[in-house]
């Protein structure tokens, strides 16, 4: 649900939470599950200069399909003549966030750009990081002593008191944060702390350049996101053992075999293992699976649901479990158009796929994924939200007549 004010625009979800922001500074989201404050704000700095400091040029809240999307533009009119424009784009307890930062002026950058520093709630006791293989580190405690990312960092998590675990993860992008605004040159520090209260994540990219390096005059776009649930929402669901679906050599979906298992098997589950799908060449990562930032693994998934939905709607939506639908890093450049090797992660495309794909079936219709690393964003990614674009009722009354100009 999307409301708006004089003085603020507020995104609520169906799970007790609500992020609220500000018409008169660019640091929001202020973010509440169960009314409870989590996270304060959301700042990117640029050396010395951060957006507190920034003019508001436009506050958007809106809804697109099944997500809420809010657009903040700002600047800094004076020294370096900074602009910012975010998305935030809102499901069921996840925010995807595009920043742009504009750079018009021939400036050195000295101390690094801190990315949406994140302020959170001093709940926060415990933080693991998760690596691009996949290998989640142990929890340790957060304490006034600093605890730096390990390199290969793709997400992090945090737990509270309360049992909510806290999500921040890279977006696609993974490139783009290597590379920083300096095309690699100083270094990239991540970080998590504690300051006047809070705990900090720091993302400061560019830090410890050469003296009097200038960054080039444009856009630099980075991508990132944040999920969060409870304990009991992050629970493993019990494999199914139903009818794993088929496809041909071709990757179409093997309709008939389907049909035929649930006339004799009405009472069945669907299990849809991406390991077992037929995909192009050009779609798989470098560790042998397809690669979700790939426009040709989009494109084979979405054909396959066009095809499956009616057969669903038919039986009276069986139920689906997805398996093996996990996030990975790949150096395929194609996936991203980039030449060569480049360095990505797949998870932002994953969430955007189980948006269009909750879209595309019925709301009955329920979808289940198995969810071995435990992670929020993969534990609702096909819930429903308040955030649907209500569906256009038309209808035709004969006794009306059109007038005038013949419009209704």
Not at 139 to 161: A, C, G, H, M, Y
Not at 223 to 230: E, L
Request: proline letters at 5%; one cysteine or more.
């Amino acid at each position: 649900m999307v409301d708006e004010n004089e003085d603020s625009v507020i995104i609520t979800g169906k799970q007790e939470w609500r992020a609220e922001y500000s018409r008169y500074n660019l640091t929001g989201p202020s973010l509440y599950i169960e009314d409870q404050l989590i996270l304060e704000s959301l700042v990117t700095q640029f050396d010395e200069l951060d957006e507190n400091l920034a003019v508001v040029e436009r506050l958007k809240g809106y809804r697109k399909g099944q997500a809420a999307l809010v657009d903040l533009d700002g600047k800094l009119p004076f020294q370096k003549q900074l602009t910012f424009n975010h998305q935030h784009r809102f499901a069921q307890r996840f925010m995807k966030v595009v920043s742009d930062i504009w750079v018009k002026s021939h400036y050195p950058l000295e101390n690094g750009c801190n990315i949406s520093q994140l302020r959170l709630s001093n709940s926060f006791k415990e933080v693991a990081f998760l690596d691009q293989k996949l290998k989640t580190t142990e929890f340790q405690t957060i304490t006034e002593k600093v605890i730096t990312f390990p390199s290969d960092t793709v997400l992090i998590l945090l737990r509270n008191t309360d049992g909510l675990t806290f999500e921040v993860g890279f977006g696609n992008d993974l490139w783009r944060w290597q590379k920083g605004m300096l095309r690699g040159l100083g270094e990239n520090v991540y970080q998590v702390s504690i300051n006047q209260g809070s705990v900090l994540i720091d993302r400061i990219v560019s830090k410890n350049t050469p003296e009097e390096t200038i960054p080039e005059s444009r856009c630099y776009r980075f991508n990132w996101y944040c999920a969060w649930g409870k304990d009991e929402d992050l629970k493993d669901p019990i494999p199914s053992d139903g009818y794993v679906l088929n496809t041909r050599p071709n990757g179409d979906l093997a309709v008939g075999a389907l049909v035929k298992h649930l006339q004799e098997n009405p009472d069945t589950e669907l299990v849809l293992d991406f390991h077992k799908l037929v995909f192009p060449e050009t779609a798989y990562a470098t560790n042998g699976q397809p690669c979700f930032a790939a426009n040709t693994t989009i494109k084979r998934i979405k054909k396959l649901f066009r095809k499956l939905t009616p057969v669903l709607e038919e039986f009276g939506y069986p139920k689906l479990m997805f398996r093996n639908f996990t996030p990975k890093s790949c150096k395929e450049g194609q996936h991203v158009s980039r030449p060569g090797e480049t360095l990505h992660w797949d998870l932002s495309s994953l969430l955007e796929l189980a948006l269009w794909i909750r879209q595309a079936v019925n709301e009955d219709q329920k979808l289940i994924i198995e969810n071995k690393l435990g992670l929020p964003s993969l534990a609702g990614m096909f819930e429903l939200s308040d955030h649907e674009v209500p569906p256009i009722q038309y209808y035709y009354d004969p006794d009306k007549e059109l007038e005038g100009n013949g419009e209704f």
